[in-house]
């Protein structure tokens, strides 16, 4: 994938490892036009952000080599809308549990998360999810080595939770992390509320 789709907001999905084509599609499904971001010039001009699911402790090495992560930091913080999934919501996190050594994040959400939260039996599981700002039907979501938002911090709010109350989804304005793939069940909807959001800046 180099750049791709329909005329919509621009959308980078950060590339360095991880779930990067299925988001893509998923997105171009939507009429995004997007493109990979791999060096921090690919950054500019960019309408919104993606950060895959992966590995979070890779994905975090990688943008530090790649010069990636301070820019990133600097983007976000600057209000570029972010999207991210499972590792990206790690990599969302301002306060992470159970990193790797040494971890980094890059931060814009106040929230605490915990990494690989579900026990080993249920290390990969579908559920569906009470998600009161999207419409329709429940959310079936999979959850694959996944976190948790442990606490949020006030400038956060829950978007998702388990049907036991645990939340697996925040938001701050225009940045959304989820603990799950919506782009592995076919789950539409967040993305389409993202690309609102987008398109409302
Ligand atoms: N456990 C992974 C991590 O620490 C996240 C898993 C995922 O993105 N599916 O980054």
Redesign the pocket.
Known sequence: MVSTGGTGPHVGVLALQ??VREHARLLEGLGAHVSSVRRPGELEGLDALVL????????DRLARLTGLQQPLREAIAGGLPVLG????L?LLAERLQD??PGQETLGGLDVTVR??AFGRQSESFETDLVVPALEGPPVRAA?????LVDELGPAARPLAALPDGRVVAARQGRVLGLAF?PESTGETRFHELFLELVRQR
């Open positions: 991880g779930d895959p699911g992966g590995e979070s402790t890779v994905i999934t499972c590792a990206g790690i990193g790797g990494r690989n959850f694959i080595r996944a976190p793939h």
